[in-house]
């Protein structure tokens, strides 16, 4: 069964140095989500991609967060000077549908950061 | 802006029992759907059941099941002969088709079966 592959699963590092995470989402998805889930919280958005463009990345902090899918199909999310607060579960998802369309999001193991 | 509120942070059932896993969200929109995914520990977010807006009728999937009250914007997720391996967290999620996919979670609630 197709599934979501992230890497690497955990990620320990200490603050002020870069980190970067991968995602490689179903094949034939349009759709590409990145989610940060804190500790005892639901995910939010970070970024969405549908191919190589960006959608939405209105909660994505530009500042020292940066996200890309160059060729629309696998996708690097990357934090340079990551932060203590940037601490959470990263989360990937893909979704067969475009456009505004409803489909059903599946999701990838997720990469934990624990920044120290 | 839309939001989903998950009351119960954790609940606990006994093993062959039923439990109803509350979440009320708050929109403007109309037509929209409604989620209820599981994340087990250490493991992938699946989707547990799927409810449009439109439809009156509740969605069932085998044991899950939902009470969709639009009116009161709630959206509760009853499980019946729970097993041990219905474990997890449990998400409601909503989303609008005008937002593409973007779904908004509630904080999620952690479900233990007790044996």
């Known amino acids: 069964e197709a599934e979501v592959a992230q890497s690497p699963r955990y990620k320990i590092t200490e603050k002020s140095q870069a980190v970067a995470f991968w995602c490689d989402p179903i094949s034939g998805h349009a759709t590409l989500y990145w989610y940060r889930q804190i500790l005892g919280q639901g995910p939010e958005l970070l970024v969405q991609f549908q191919d190589e463009s960006v959608v939405d990345d209105s909660q994505l902090p530009k500042d020292r967060f940066s996200a890309e899918r160059l060729k629309g199909v696998d996708s690097t999310l990357k934090i340079q000077p990551a932060e203590l607060g940037d601490s959470a579960m990263y989360l990937c998802a893909s979704s067969l549908l475009r456009g505004e369309d409803t489909g059903e999001l599946f999701f990838g193991e997720g990469s934990r950061l624990t920044v120290l | ?115």
């Not at chain 2, 609940?11 to 109803?20: D, F, G, K, L, R």
């Not at chain 2, 969605?59 to 009250?69: I, L, M």
């Open chain 2, 1 to 115: 802006a839309q939001t989903v509120t998950q009351s119960q942070p954790e609940m606990s059932v006994q093993e062959a029992e039923t439990v109803t896993l509350s979440c009320t969200y708050d929109t403007s929109e109309s037509d929209y759907y409604l989620f209820w995914y599981k994340q087990p520990p250490s493991r992938q977010m699946i989707l547990v059941i799927r409810q449009e807006a439109y439809k009156q009728q509740n969605a069932t999937e085998n044991r899950f099941s939902v009470n969709f009250q639009k009116a009161a914007k709630s959206f509760s997720l009853k499980i019946s002969d729970s097993q041990l391996g219905d474990a997890a967290m449990y998400f409601c999620a909503y989303v609008s088709p005008n937002q593409g996919g973007k779904l908004i979670f509630g904080q999620g609630t952690e479900l233990s079966v007790k044996p």
